[in-house]
């Protein structure tokens, strides 16, 4: 890979690995106390499986971001590296629904559940939460760019070749 190709994926490498960082550190931060009817209650995310996964997964993609920024780019690993960033893309993609999910009845409730908002007694919890979806958003949405990004170098690549 030239020069001009290998720049703008290691920023945008650069900028996932930010987002995901981000958002494994905002989640595994985020932790709040009320009192209601004389009982306290902590909210923290490792009450909920769905934000367990959303920190499991940015971790991963962190992790496996920063093995890919020393990772000399060759041309044979071009088509593994690819499919492995589709795979992170999905992952991330996963853990934010399933992190939006919950946090949406944390916010709202559900009235026909009975389950009623807690966002009101939490909300340093709900806020970092909150920062933690908003900076996993920005890390998928840069993996399906990275995404596109290498398989249009890939595309390029067998045109080249023919």
Sequence with gaps: MTLSKKIPMF???????????TATVLMVTSHDSAQVFN????????NSPSFKYFVLMNAIASG????LLFFPSKNSCAHFILVLD???????????????????????????AGW?????????????????????FVAAIVYFLIVLYSLH?????FTLKT
């Design 11 to 21: 920023l945008l490498r650069l900028l996932a690995l930010g987002g995901a960082v």
């Design 39 to 46: 009982m306290k209650f902590e909210a923290k995310y490792t």
């Design 64 to 67: 496996y971001t920063l093995i």
């Design 86 to 112: 589709l795979i992170m893309a999905f992952l991330l993609d996963s853990s934010i629904s399933a992190c939006l999910a919950i946090g949406q009845v944390g916010k709202n409730g559900n009235s026909h």
């Design 116 to 136: 009623l908002p807690i966002c009101k007694q939490v909300p340093k919890f709900c806020d970092h939460v909150t920062g933690a979806v908003v900076a996993g």
């Design 153 to 157: 170098n890939v595309i390029n690549l």
